[in-house]
């Protein structure tokens, strides 16, 4: 089965307004890391009947921004192991909500976090199906929906 | 009221904390980061409401809540998870929850889950 990006849409939006109340908007621009810059991916993977993945990268400071809404602090306050919870929080819910949209038994793996100025996060055997950019006050970010290759035609 | 928040994101629980904190501010709030650790909880001294998540590393929600009607504690359990698959749902209520509230979740949302039980 396809998710469309109007759903992987309505997910992330439904993530940002409600759970962090802040605002976004769709870019009309690609997604490139700042590499000078810290950088986060967080990812949970989707395991059954139906393979894939959601990835969420996205500037150290704007999920700092995120962890600020979700913890009701400062920015600065914030440690850093703090900053990794809430974006491993915010793929936990894209991904549950993504899963919640498939026909199927499935099951949703806890969530990762990789961080550092240039890397790349993959997921050997897929592909990327659905890749949507934000800006989030005026900060970029992108979440991606993989699938498995072997699926991805079904 | 002594309430149960079990989540292994601190950043949930403080989310959670905050609505509950708005619905009910006399009541007693207290944490676990896992179902092994609520279920120990619950055995000490058992608290009149858990908010729970489902996947969690230790043992999930579903999992405590198994173990804890296996133990004949009849705690009022909800579960406020990203989990939103309808047989999900049917099994968290199987097993005895009260509740499935879908994250992400508005304030409005968790004042009426609230309301419905207080």
């Known amino acids: 089965m396809q998710l469309s990006e109007n759903d992987l849409r309505e997910v992330v939006e439904s993530v940002w307004s409600a759970m962090l109340g802040l605002e976004l908007v769709p870019a009309d621009h690609g997604y490139s890391r700042d590499v000078e810059s810290r950088n986060l991916t967080g990812t949970v993977q989707i395991t059954g009947e139906w393979q894939g993945a959601v990835m969420v990268d996205l500037p150290e400071k704007l999920a700092r921004d995120a962890a600020s809404a979700m913890f009701g602090m400062e920015p600065d306050e914030l440690g850093e192991d703090e900053v990794l919870d809430a974006l491993g929080e915010v793929a936990n819910m894209i991904g549950g909500n993504v899963k919640g949209l498939i026909e199927g038994e499935c099951k949703l793996s806890l969530p990762t976090i990789a961080e550092g100025g240039d890397f790349r996060v993959a997921v050997p055997g897929s592909s990327t199906s659905v890749l949507l950019v934000f800006d989030c006050e005026g900060k970029p970010f992108q979440v991606k929906l993989l699938v498995r290759e072997d699926q991805a035609a079904a | ?118």
């Open chain 2, 1 to 118: 009221m002594r309430i149960l928040i079990v989540d292994d994101s601190k950043a949930m629980r403080m989310i959670v904390k905050r609505h509950v904190g708005q619905a009910m501010p006399d009541a007693e709030l207290v944490e676990a980061e896992n179902g092994a650790q609520a279920l120990d909880m619950v055995r000490a001294d058992t608290p009149d409401l858990v908010l729970c998540d489902w996947n969690m590393p230790e043992m999930t929600g579903i999992q405590f809540l198994r173990a804890l009607r296996e133990e004949g504690r009849e705690v009022p359990f909800g579960f406020v998870t990203s989990e939103t698959q309808p047989q999900m749902r049917e099994q968290a209520i199987a097993a005895g929850a009260m509740f499935c509230l879908a994250k992400p979740f508005t304030a409005e949302a968790f004042q009426d889950i609230l309301a419905s039980i207080s």
